[in-house]
């Protein structure tokens, strides 16, 4: 005879400001199998759980509902609960009364406890069916993949790394470092960003535990945490690498020009070309799209001058596999294009500049030599506005949420400049001032002190020319009225938005991501640089806009999860997997069509009865499958069951509604 408990939490106000908890338990009570039934305030705390194990030994449970909020969030809490009391934990069953009741139904009270009764019920009609399951041991591959070599992929690998676990490193780009090596001088503290940069980067290229596969992208992603398998595309660079001395003689010679993304197109860069002098791999690649060998068939001059042979026109892009346990993803941000600023005359005047370009500008191995200049007239410029929040914050042109980071660049762009041109003045337009940091507010006053920058709060409503300066019209707030200033050069703190291309990542990666396409993490407080995919953390701007403390510290972080997971050599997996009654499979393999993981094979069996013929039957992949459910919907000879949820608890439940 069953004997369930039933526990009803009323997660502070979550959950007890919208259903009648009290009524629920009541109510809950009329079912004939509830021999216990209790609330308490947090019942995942200590002593909500204590309640839970007490009740087991007094009441002689044989099963046990949660009524709480997702499985998601406390499942594993409540199992150990369970298993603490002697219980086998998979007879316990959540009924998510918070996110699928009391959050959703928030105007409608009666309606709210109404459903949480029911939600209740169908628990404790599925759990009168649950069986005792035992987690299942599958071996883990001890490699994590890292995707995107920004600051974030490179902390990442190489903390991984130094716990001597191989890391696989993929960045799409020719070389690694990310947008940090395009940085000048940085927050807070101003120290050389290439001078912290790049002897993290070299580290990662000589580091026996990584493997730097530069110029390429995941193709593919299948299998499941600790047993992933990667399809990985490295283009064709058109250079033998292993023969490559990195002269430069080909690029030096080239007469293709192309913008170059590494100074934002300040100035050119050849066809053959090597990112940056700093460059990791310091190997050049050519540019397929622009070099006139590949399109044309004409020039050849970088295969005559190279004296190694290194040059190589008949390279093909290639496909290579590699078994992972994890996957870190750091694929980093993009500056929003202002275009619809219209009115400020982005695109028409010169010299509005993005603050990446003015970063480049002031850069010592920048397009400029180290001086800011107007695009104009390569004057240098004395007065200098900065607008920040152009496109963040700004929910009619672009965004609602905050960079983050501007505010602080800005100040630090002020005493750039103020270094860099000794005589200019910065005026700066900005809505607030957000310097949430360590040593961030005294970075700021800094600003304000050492370079005497003219902060003015307000928008700017237009930007005009006269003669050879633009005018800026805005709102000084502090007085109250329309100020117009004279300006050489206006830079421009645009948005950080994620990747253009985060959101195919995620969509292959199977990792959810958000209306912006940052990638989500699996709880915003509590699990921040996990994925809802076991085994996919997050890393840097792919999540979100952070500066570089928070990118180190949030990659560290995930290395620290990587290292967790891989820390034993098998991983206990779920006991929720099919099973196939061979009596009643058909071989019809619809099964195998469906499984989104590849889990279901074919076996030959004997016919039976004596007979010497066989017939094919399906067979599970115990360690791959992952439950889905997928398999035993489509199995028309209703061969396929899944533990956990098998047609007798699905019917209880469907029933007791
Ligand atoms: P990124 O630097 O963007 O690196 C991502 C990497 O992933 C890149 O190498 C990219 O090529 C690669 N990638 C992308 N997609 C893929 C893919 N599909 N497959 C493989 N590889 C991929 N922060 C500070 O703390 N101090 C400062 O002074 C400072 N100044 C700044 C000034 C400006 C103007 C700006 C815009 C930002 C500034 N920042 C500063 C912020 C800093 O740039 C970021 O915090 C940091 O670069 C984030 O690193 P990341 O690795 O997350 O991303
Ligand atoms: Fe490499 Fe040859 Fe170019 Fe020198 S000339 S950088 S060896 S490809
Ligand atoms: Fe440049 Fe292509 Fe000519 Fe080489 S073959 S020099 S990359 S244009």
Redesign the pocket.
């Known amino acids: 005879m069953a004997r369930v408990g039933v526990f009803v939490c009323f997660c502070g106000a979550n959950i007890a400001d919208f259903v009648d908890v009290p009524a629920v338990v009541e109510e809950s009570k009329k079912i004939k199998e509830v021999k216990f039934a209790i609330e308490y305030k947090y019942m995942c705390s200590d002593p909500g759980q204590q309640m839970i194990r007490d009740a087991i030994v007094q009441h002689r449970l044989t099963s046990v509902v949660v009524a709480a909020c997702s499985p998601r969030m406390h499942e594993k809490t409540f199992r150990k609960a369970l298993s603490d009391a002697g219980m086998n934990p998979y007879l316990l069953e959540v009924a998510n009364i918070r996110e699928h009741s009391s959050w959703v139904h928030q105007k409608d009270k009666k309606a709210a406890t109404e459903k949480a009764s029911d939600l209740i019920r169908m628990a404790v009609a599925k759990s009168i069916a649950n069986e005792q399951l035992h987690s299942i041991s599958v071996p883990v591959t001890k490699r994590a993949l890292v995707i995107g070599g920004g600051i974030a992929g490179i902390q990442a690998a190489l903390d991984i790394a130094d716990a001597r676990i191989p890391v696989v490193l993929v960045e799409k780009s020719p070389s690694i470092g990310g947008r940090m090596a395009q940085l000048d001088e940085t927050f807070p503290t101003l120290d050389c960003s290439q001078c912290i940069l790049t002897p993290k980067m070299v580290d990662v290229a000589s580091h026996p535990y990584i493997e730097l596969i530069p110029y390429s992208e995941v193709l593919e992603l299948e299998g499941f945490v600790g047993n992933y398998k990667a399809k990985i595309k490295k283009k064709a660079s058109y250079?033998?690498f292993k023969?490559?001395?990195?002269?430069?003689?080909?690029?030096q010679k080239c007469p293709v020009k192309v913008p170059n993304e590494y100074n934002m197109g300040i100035d050119k860069r050849k066809a053959?070309y090597?990112p940056f002098p700093q460059a990791v791999p310091n190997?050049?690649v050519i540019d397929a799209e622009h070099c006139t060998m590949l399109l044309k068939g004409k020039c050849g001059i970088?295969a005559k001058?190279?004296?190694?042979?290194?040059?190589d026109y008949t390279m093909q892009d290639e496909v290579i596999e590699r078994e992972i346990g994890a996957v870190v993803v750091a694929t980093g941000y993009d500056l929003w294009d202002p275009k619809p600023y219209e009115e400020y005359g982005v695109g028409r005047f010169k010299d509005i500049i993005t603050s990446l370009e003015f970063e480049r500008m002031v850069s010592a191995n920048g397009p400029t030599g180290g001086v800011p200049v107007r695009p104009s007239d390569g004057k240098v410029p004395k007065s200098v506005v900065f607008i920040k929040c152009i496109g963040s914050r700004d929910e009619a042109k672009g965004i609602e949420y905050c960079s983050k980071i501007c505010c602080m660049y800005t100040a630090k762009h002020a005493i750039l400049l103020h270094h860099k041109v000794h005589d200019s003045h910065a005026y700066i337009f900005y809505m607030d001032i957000r310097a949430a940091g360590k040593g961030y507010e005294e970075f700021v006053k800094r600003a304000q002190v050492e370079t005497a920058a003219t902060y003015l709060r307000g928008r700017v409503s237009k930007i005009y020319k006269k003669g050879e300066k633009l005018i800026v019209r805005g709102e000084d707030g502090q007085l109250g009225q329309v100020v117009e200033v004279e300006a050489d050069l206006v830079v421009l703190a645009t948005a950080i938005v994620p990747n253009k291309d985060n959101p195919d990542l995620a969509r292959l990666l199977g990792v959810s991501y958000d209306k912006y396409g940052y990638m989500s993490e699996a709880h915003p407080k509590l699990r921040p640089v996990e994925t809802a995919k076991a085994g996919i953390f997050l890393a840097g701007c792919t999540q979100a806009p952070k500066d570089i403390p928070d990118t180190v510290a949030q990659a560290s972080a995930c290395a620290a999860k990587v290292c967790g997971l891989f820390s034993g050599d098998t991983m206990l997996k779920d006991p929720m997997i099919s099973t196939v009654n061979k009596e009643f499979c058909s071989g019809c393999q619809n099964c195998v069509t469906v499984c989104p993981y590849q889990a279901i094979v074919t076996e030959e069996i004997p016919m039976g009865h004596g007979s010497k013929e066989t017939r094919v039957v399906a067979k599970i992949n115990e360690g791959v499958c992952q439950g889905c459910g997928s398999c035993v919907a489509i199995c028309r000879s209703m061969a396929i069951s899944l533990a956990g949820f098998t047609d007798t608890q699905i019917i209880n439940e469907i029933v007791s509604i």
């Not at 023969?243 to 690029?251: K, R």
């Not at 001058?305 to 040059?311: F, R, S």
């Open positions: 250079v033998n023969t490559c001395t990195g002269c430069g003689a080909c690029w053959i090597t190997k050049p970088c001058v190279c004296e190694k042979g290194a040059i």
